[in-house]
C-alpha cells in the first residue's frame, strides 16, 4: 500500500534515534498502514478490539503505578510491575501530548508469557492500532499480548 505524504513523515518520526533510540518499526520491512493492516487482520480474527486490549493494559498499568517498583500479584495470576523512567515522549502520529515515560511488566503465571508495554504503547495501540513492527523491543503481537492479559 503506498503511504500518503503525512503517513510517510509519521515513518520518519518512528526511525531510530528520533524520538526513542530504537524507534518503532524494528526490521519490519512493510510500511506503516500494512503493520496497522496485518495487525487489525489478526484481532478481527481473535474477536478482540485494540480498544479492549489498551484497556486492559491499562488497567494493570494503573493498579501497579504507586506500588514504587515493586511487582504486585493481581487475581492471583498477573505479577505486574510498572517502572518509572525520567523523561517524556511525544505519540509519533503527531497527537499533542506527551507520555510519562513507564514500562509496566506483566508474567501471566498460568500461561507463562511476560510482556512489556509502556505509557505510549497503549495510546498507540488505542488511538492508531499500532503495536510497532517486527522486531522492536516494544512491538506487542496482539495474539500474545490477547493470551498474556486475558486468559
Ligand atoms: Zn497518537
Redesign the pocket.
Known amino acids: 500500500m503506498k503511504l500518503t505524504p503525512s503517513e510517510e513523515q509519521i515513518m520518519a518520526r518512528m526511525q531510530p534515534g528520533v524520538i526513542t533510540l530504537n524507534g518503532f518499526l524494528g526490521f519490519d520491512t512493510r510500511n506503516l498502514n500494512e503493520i496497522i493492516a496485518d495487525d487489525e487482520k489478526v484481532l478481527e480474527m481473535l474477536g478482540i478490539s485494540a480498544e479492549e486490549l489498551a484497556e486492559r493494559m491499562q488497567y494493570f498499568s494503573d493498579k501497579t503505578f504507586e506500588s514504587y517498583d515493586l511487582p504486585v500479584l493481581i487475581d492471583e495470576i498477573y505479577e505486574v510491575e510498572t517502572n518509572i523512567v525520567r523523561g517524556k515522549l511525544p ?5 499533542p501530548g506527551i507520555y510519562r515515560k513507564t514500562i509496566t511488566t506483566l508474567t501471566n503465571r498460568k500461561q507463562q508469557i511476560t510482556v512489556r508495554w509502556t505509557a505510549l504503547s497503549i ?2 495501540i488505542k ?2 492500532h499500532f503495536f510497532e513492527g517486527k522486531g522492536s523491543p516494544f512491538r506487542l503481537d496482539p495474539q500474545i499480548l490477547k493470551k498474556a492479559l486475558l486468559d
Not at 91 to 95: E, S
Open positions: 505519540c509519533p502520529f503527531r497527537h495510546h498507540t488511538e492508531h
